[in-house]
C-alpha cells in the first residue's frame, strides 16, 4: 500500500525549494479518490489557507474542456472530426486558402493548423467570436497545412465559436448545461467571480528573481479581465480540485463518472488518441529518457515508464496546474499550484503517479530542479545580456512626442503609443494595459509586456521617405517576420475639412488640385484626373498633412484657411495657391 502521508512530506519538503505559495492535489484510481490533500496558502499575505473547494485559475486545462463540448456533438451526430469546418461555419476564412478549404475539428484540436500562437492578436480582447473569425484570415502561416505541431489558442477560441453556431447557444452555457452540471462541478465558470456565494480565488503569485535568477520573494499577480474571446474556450476555465478531481474520474474511467455517462466510451477514446506528433529532444527528451510527445484532442500524449500517460498543464497569472492519468490503470492526478510557471506541478504528476503504480522512486522534485534552476539563471542572463547591447551615442531620430500615435495592423488590435514624462507608454488597445516603452537605441524601442508572461520584447519604428514615424515594427508572433503597424488616419473633423476645400493651382499652367470631401473623407483631384481619396497623416496649428500613396499635400493653415498647398512626390515638390 502507498504511504500517502510520506507523500504529504515531500510536498511540504519540496514546496519552500520552489517558493511554492500553495499546492492542491488529488490522485484517483477509478471510481475511487485515493489522495487528497492542500498544502499551503491561497493568500499569503493574509494567510489564508487553501481548501479543496478553492478556486484556480485553470489556464490551458480548459483545452480538454472545449475537447469535450466538440465530443458532445460528435456523439449526437451534429458534428464530426474529420469534415472540413467550413462545412458548418463557412464564415470561418484563413490566410492559406488551401487550409480554410480543408481545415477540421480533428486539425484545429490538435494544433497543426499551420498557423502559429499570434496570442497577441485576441489576448483579453472583449468582442463578439464572429468578429474573431472573421479576423483570422488575415494571420500569416509559418508551416504549410499540417506540417507540424504549432501551439495555437486560436483554433480553440474558433472551435468554441463552432460550437455555438451547431448548438444554437452560448459556449460556456453549452459547457455548463452539458459537463458542469452532470458532474456536479459546482465551482467551476469561465470569469473570475464564483459562481456561488462563499466561494474564493487563490491569489496567484509569481517568483521574484535577481539578476542570477535566484528567488528574491513573490509578487502577487492580479487576475486580469476574463473575456469572451480569450482566454476564453483556451484558457478562462475556474475550477477547484474538488471539481477536478470529477473531471478527472471522467477521462480515467473512458467518458463516465460514477452513474453519469458524460460521453460514450468510443469518443471519449477519440480525445485521447495522439494525432500530432510534438518534437522531442532537448532538454525535456533528456530529463524523461524520451523523445515521443504527441498531441490528442485537448490532451498531450506520451509513453511513461511502459505506460501511456495522458495529461495537459496551464500556465496563466500566477497559476501553474497539471491534470495527467494513465488510461489503462484508471488512475490519474491533478496538482493545482498558485505560482505561476511551477515546475513543482510536473515533479508532484511523476511523483504522485510513480508511487499509485508503485514504480521505483526518481524524486522528481530534485531533477527538475536540475533543469530549470540553469533556465532560471539563463533568463535572468538574457535579460542583463539585453541592457549591454545597447549602443551609446544612439539616439532617437525624432523628438520622442513624434512617435506617439495610434497605429494599425490587421488582424490585430491597435498599438497606441503615448508621452510619458520624458519617456513613452505603449499598449494594445482593448487589450494589454499602459506599460513602459523605453529607447534602447536610434529607433528602436523595448517594450515590458509585463502582463503578458513578462516579457521583453524589442520594437522598430520606420521612417517614411519624407522622414517621418511612419510604422512600427513588432515581433508580435515569433514564428513569422515582423509585422508592420502603420500609422493610423486621424479624424480632421467637419471644421478642418471645410478649411481645405477649394482650387489650388500650381506654377505650371494648366495643372491644378482640387479639393473636395465626402462627410470627412478628403478627395484631390488632379486637373484631368479623377478624384482620389487622401489619408490624414498629421495635424498641428500650422499645417495639416494628408497622403496618397508616396504622394504627400500638405496644407498651410496659419490663416485659418488654407491658401497655399505643398505638394511632394518622389523627385519634385511643387507649391500651389489658393484660386481667388
Request: charged share 25%; with cysteine; aromatic share 10%.
Amino acid at each position: 500500500m502507498t504511504d500517502w502521508r510520506d507523500f504529504d512530506d515531500y510536498i511540504q519538503d519540496a514546496m519552500p525549494g520552489w517558493h511554492c505559495p500553495g499546492v492542491a492535489i488529488a490522485v484517483v484510481h477509478g471510481d475511487d479518490v485515493v489522495h487528497r490533500a492542500v498544502h499551503g496558502m491561497r493568500d499569503v499575505e493574509r494567510a489564508l489557507p487553501l481548501t479543496p473547494q478553492t478556486r484556480f485559475a485553470m489556464a490551458s486545462v480548459t483545452k480538454s474542456f472545449t475537447a469535450m463540448s466538440v465530443a458532445l456533438l460528435v456523439d449526437e451526430g451534429k458534428l464530426a472530426w474529420d469534415t472540413p469546418v467550413r462545412t458548418y461555419v463557412p464564415e470561418l476564412v484563413l490566410h492559406d486558402a488551401y487550409a480554410s478549404e480543408h481545415l477540421t475539428l480533428r486539425d484545429m484540436l490538435s494544433h497543426r493548423s499551420g498557423m502559429p500562437r499570434h496570442d497577441l492578436a485576441a489576448w483579453r480582447l472583449d468582442l463578439p467570436r464572429a468578429e474573431f473569425v472573421e479576423r483570422l484570415r488575415h494571420l500569416r502561416f509559418s508551416t504549410s497545412f499540417r506540417e507540424r505541431f504549432q501551439y495555437n489558442n486560436l483554433m480553440y477560441y474558433a472551435a468554441a465559436y463552432v460550437v455555438e453556431r451547431v448548438a444554437e447557444r452560448r459556449w460556456e452555457d453549452f459547457v455548463r448545461e452539458r459537463i458542469f452540471e452532470p458532474l456536479g462541478m459546482t465551482a467551476s465558470n469561465f470569469v473570475p467571480e464564483p459562481p456561488h456565494e462563499g466561494q474564493v480565488n487563490a491569489l496567484g503569485y509569481r517568483v521574484d528573481r535577481d539578476d542570477e535568477g535566484r528567488a528574491k520573494g513573490l509578487i502577487a499577480m492580479p487576475f486580469g479581465e476574463h473575456t469572451e474571446v480569450s482566454p476564453g474556450a483556451a484558457g478562462a476555465l475556474f475550477s477547484s480540485l474538488d471539481d477536478q478531481i470529477r473531471w478527472l474520474t471522467v477521462q480515467a474511467n473512458g467518458g463516465r463518472w460514477g452513474d453519469v455517462r458524460l460521453v460514450s466510451q468510443e469518443t471519449c477514446a477519440q480525445l485521447h488518441l495522439p494525432v500530432t506528433v510534438i518534437p522531442g529532444g532537448g532538454p525535456w527528451g533528456e530529463l524523461m529518457g524520451n523523445t515521443v510527445f504527441t498531441y490528442a484532442l485537448g490532451w498531450s500524449v506520451e509513453p511513461y515508464r511502459g505506460y501511456t500517460l495522458v495529461q495537459h498543464g496551464g500556465n496563466v497569472e500566477g497559476h501553474s496546474l497539471m491534470v495527467g492519468f494513465v488510461p489503462r490503470e484508471r488512475t490519474g492526478v491533478v496538482v493545482l499550484t498558485n505560482g505561476a510557471m511551477m515546475p513543482l506541478r510536473d515533479a508532484l504528476m511523476y511523483e504522485a503517479l510513480d508511487r499509485a503504480l508503485g514504480l521505483e522512486a526518481r524524486d522528481w522534485s530534485a531533477r527538475m530542479h536540475g533543469l530549470y534552476d540553469e533556465m532560471f539563471r539563463g533568463v535572468a542572463s538574457g535579460k542583463t545580456t539585453a541592457a549591454t547591447e545597447r549602443r551609446a551615442d544612439a539616439p532617437p531620430s525624432h523628438p520622442l512626442g513624434d512617435y506617439a500615435g495610434r497605429y494599425h495592423a490587421d488582424g490585430y488590435p491597435d498599438l497606441e503609443v503615448r508621452p510619458d514624462g520624458e519617456a513613452l507608454q505603449a499598449r494594445l488597445v482593448d487589450s494589454l494595459d499602459w506599460t513602459a516603452l523605453r529607447h534602447v537605441h536610434y529607433d528602436v524601442f523595448e517594450w515590458d509586456l509585463v502582463s503578458f508572461f513578462d516579457q521583453l520584447i524589442r520594437v522598430r519604428f520606420l521612417i517614411d521617405d519624407q522622414g517621418d514615424v511612419d510604422a512600427v515594427a513588432v515581433p508580435i508572433e515569433p514564428e513569422i517576420d515582423d509585422v508592420s503597424f502603420r500609422r493610423k488616419r486621424i479624424t480632421l473633423g467637419a471644421e478642418i475639412v471645410e478649411e481645405l476645400l477649394g482650387t489650388f493651382d500650381s506654377a505650371i499652367e494648366g495643372l491644378s488640385f482640387t479639393v473636395s470631401a465626402r462627410a470627412d473623407t478628403v478627395f484631390v483631384t488632379q486637373s484631368g484626373g479623377t478624384p482620389e481619396e487622401l489619408e490624414p497623416i498629421s495635424l498641428t496649428p500650422e499645417l495639416v498633412r494628408l497622403r496618397h500613396k508616396r504622394a504627400r499635400f500638405e496644407f498651410d493653415r496659419a490663416s485659418g484657411r488654407s491658401e497655399r498647398l505643398t505638394v511632394k512626390v518622389p523627385g519634385m515638390t511643387l507649391e500651389a495657391k489658393r484660386r481667388a
